[in-house]
């Protein structure tokens, strides 16, 4: 069984160092270590986003002037996609639960015998990202803070470019969005989240994430691509 693993080309040059965490005092910029999980660095990407089986950072970040501002708080964000379609418009399911990915992010009773088709965990805030499948489809998320919560919005993707919007809301720290989009030619439901971490509390929180990645990756087909690849807009 082949099993699709890589980094993307802007990350293979900052693999030379590996002794940041994303907690670490001065690490103001993300990178993709050996494993493959997203981490501090003092150089590298403004974004990273973390798959079970991809690394791909966004945005270079090299340099006082280009590096992304110091904060005590991680800007997360994270999505599912399964293999279900329930609802027509957006939705909001309010306190549905902590911040959570994969399998941990099944948010309806429609979607709960639906199989995990991916699952991503997103750092780093003001995200514009395109997830676009090999057909040119697939869907783009923007996140912006909006005081004290998060406004995400879900574009539909055509020709691998950001098109209609598909759903816009104000998330608080315990909230989910549920979008249908249009994957590989199907339609899907995409659940997303979106957190600040206090960098204090911010190992359980990852650890957490990165165990549901792995649970992911025992459970998704073999690719011999990624279903979605990711750029920035």
């Known amino acids: 069984m082949r099993v699709w693993?890589?980094?993307?080309?802007?990350?293979?040059?900052?693999?030379?160092?590996?002794?940041?965490?994303?907690?670490?005092?001065?690490?103001?910029?993300?990178?993709?270590?050996?494993?493959?999980?997203?981490?501090?660095?003092?150089?590298?990407?403004?974004?990273?986003?973390?798959?079970?089986?991809?690394c791909t950072m966004a945005v270079p970040c090299v340099g006082r002037s280009e590096r992304f501002p110091d904060s005590p708080e991680l800007e997360l964000t994270t999505w599912s996609l399964f293999d279900t379609a329930v609802q027509d418009v957006a939705t909001v399911d309010a306190d549905a639960g902590p911040l959570s990915v994969g399998e941990d992010q099944r948010a309806t009773r429609a979607a709960s015998r639906a199989a995990l088709r991916d699952a991503t965990v997103a750092y780093g805030g003001d995200l514009s990202v395109i997830l676009a499948s090999p057909?040119?489809?697939?869907?783009?998320?923007?996140?912006?803070?909006?005081?004290?919560?998060?406004?995400?919005?879900?574009?539909?993707?055509?020709?691998?470019?950001?098109?209609?919007?598909?759903g816009e809301a104000l998330l608080g720290e315990r909230d989910r969005m549920q979008v249908n989009v249009r994957v590989g030619g199907h339609e899907q439901l995409l659940v997303l989240q979106a957190v600040s971490v206090p960098r204090a509390g911010l190992a359980p929180v990852l650890a957490r994430l990165r165990a549901s990645l792995r649970q992911a990756a025992r459970t998704l087909p073999a690719r011999d691509e990624p279903l979605l690849r990711a750029r920035a807009f």
Not at 5 to 34: E, M, P, R, Y
């Open 5 to 54: 693993k890589a980094v993307s080309a802007a990350a293979v040059s900052a693999l030379v160092s590996l002794s940041w965490t994303v907690g670490s005092a001065g690490a103001g910029c993300l990178t993709c270590d050996a494993t493959l999980n997203c981490v501090g660095a003092d150089a590298g990407a403004k974004f990273c986003l973390q798959g079970p089986f991809t």
């Open 135 to 166: 057909s040119g489809d697939g869907f783009a998320v923007r996140r912006s803070v909006a005081g004290a919560q998060v406004r995400l919005q879900v574009l539909d993707v055509v020709a691998e470019q950001p098109g209609r919007l598909l």
